[in-house]
């Protein structure tokens, strides 16, 4: 039996203001009222202190901050540490997001830093990794995401592994509505799930939630949600629609 947890996540990206925000996280509370589906709403930072009151009674529903500064304080104007979005009842914190790796210069060395500290504070990443389409073109895929998901995890222990969550987020997938198929995602995801079965064996293996991402919507949630490696999804666009999202949660 799958041990592993379901999950929808929603990533807001830099949308909403705070009023916005409010009202959509209501929302999506009131119209998935009690589900065994996690559901993690990805939010602008603004955001989270809100939620913390919104969320905080319904034990499915999580927070996740977008982005997290890899140092534990200091003069870096701008950023937010690891111990301030705890501060605020953050549960998870998404990294290495294909926007974050094109548009900040995001490697596997920071991110792997990063990650470091999301779980030294206490809260689980949601890492992001995915390949291009010029890689999907030449068919080198499976070793991008791979070297990905190694590069910046492996170093972890056995303990710490089983608080991350994993996003497959085709680069050419996301924002376009073009999404892969159901067979191209659960490729992707059985190859991930092998590799941290050679690093860190069956249980580990077997409990690490591996979400798609990339054009997810309620006309094709059910059918990438029932492949048997893929456990959820990051969706981007249709979270910020209750409507839709709901129908998202409803998918599994
Ligand atoms: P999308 O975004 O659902 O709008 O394609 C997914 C993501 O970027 O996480």
Redesign the pocket.
């Known amino acids: 039996m799958k041990k592993r947890r379901n999950i929808a996540?929603g990533?807001w990206?830099m949308n909403l203001t705070y009023k916005e925000g409010r009202l959509l996280a209501r929302k999506i509370v009131d119209g998935t009222g009690r589900s065994d589906v996690t559901v993690i709403l990805?939010v602008p930072a603004i955001h989270l202190k809100a939620m913390e009151s919104i969320l905080g009674g319904v034990s499915n529903f999580k927070t996740a901050a977008q982005n997290c500064h890899h140092e534990e304080k200091g003069a870096y104007t701008g950023e937010l540490s690891a111990a301030q979005l705890k501060s605020v009842g953050t549960d998870c914190v998404?990294l290495g997001?294909?926007?974050r790796r094109e548009y900040f210069n995001e490697d596997a060395e920071l991110l792997a830093k990063k990650v470091d500290i999301v779980l030294k504070h206490g809260m689980e990443p949601i890492f992001?990794c995915g390949e291009k389409l010029d890689i999907r073109e030449k068919g080198t895929h499976v070793e991008l995401v791979s070297k990905q998901v190694k590069d910046a995890l492996f170093h972890l222990t056995d303990e710490q592994f089983r608080k991350v969550v994993i996003?497959y987020?085709p680069v050419w997938?996301?924002?376009?509505?073009k999404?892969a198929s159901p067979a191209q995602a659960q490729d992707m995801h059985k190859a991930i799930r092998d590799l941290i079965r050679e690093k860190y064996g069956e249980e580990t293996a077997n409990l690490t939630s591996i979400l798609y991402?990339?054009?997810?919507?309620p006309a094709n949630a059910e059918e990438i949600f029932s492949q048997p490696d893929v456990d959820g999804?990051?969706?981007?666009?249709?979270?910020l629609k209750a409507g839709d999202f709901t129908k998202i949660i409803k998918a599994f």
């Open positions: 996540a990533n990206k990805g998404i997001h294909s926007e992001c996003a987020e997938a996301i924002g376009t509505g999404t991402g990339g054009s997810v919507k999804g990051l969706v981007g666009g249709a979270s």
